[in-house]
């Protein structure tokens, strides 16, 4: 086997345990263990408005106040070189307040994908890509919005 294909390997293997490492450090409420996983120049590419490690933390948070339940799961990771892709669901229950709602009681379930870029040994940046509308709807709002 060459050293490029071996690389490569190497490459989609770390990327697949950084993404399964920072899953695990958001479903632990441990915000910290996260700055040891992304790099410096780390941005969450929200569609509309990029957010750094700091702010993701501060809407993690706000998910973690509205949802104290609420666990991602990864249903599929797939990575090649320094790239990968992770189909996951979240689910949840609405018991505190939430972006101004209060809590309604209902439980939740998201679905998305998040593309991730290694770069350095870290997670240089990831994509989300889910209806933010299906949380509203979910919660009785009928704003649209992606995320």
């Not at 490690?53 to 809407?59: A, F, N, S």
């Not at 979910?138 to 995320?147: E, F, I, V, Y």
Request: glycine share 6%.
């Amino acid at each position: 086997m060459s050293n490029t294909v071996n690389e490569g390997r190497r490459q989609s293997d770390l990327a697949k345990r950084l993404v399964d490492q920072l899953t695990d450090a958001v479903n632990a409420r441990d915000l910290e263990a996260i700055d040891d996983l992304v790099t410096a120049t780390y941005r969450h590419q929200a569609p509309g408005s990029p957010l750094t490690l700091d702010e993701l933390k501060h809407l993690n948070r706000a998910f973690y106040a509205g949802f104290p339940d609420l666990r991602w799961e990864i249903e599929r990771l797939v990575a090649e070189d320094n790239f990968a892709v992770a189909f996951w669901r979240a689910r949840g229950t609405h018991q505190g307040t939430f972006m101004g709602r209060p809590a309604t009681g209902r439980a939740i379930t998201l679905a998305g994908i998040n593309t991730y870029r290694i770069a350095d040994g870290r997670i240089a940046e990831d994509t989300p890509h889910w209806e933010f509308s299906t949380l509203l709807n979910q919660l009785g709002s009928a704003n649209r919005r992606s995320c």
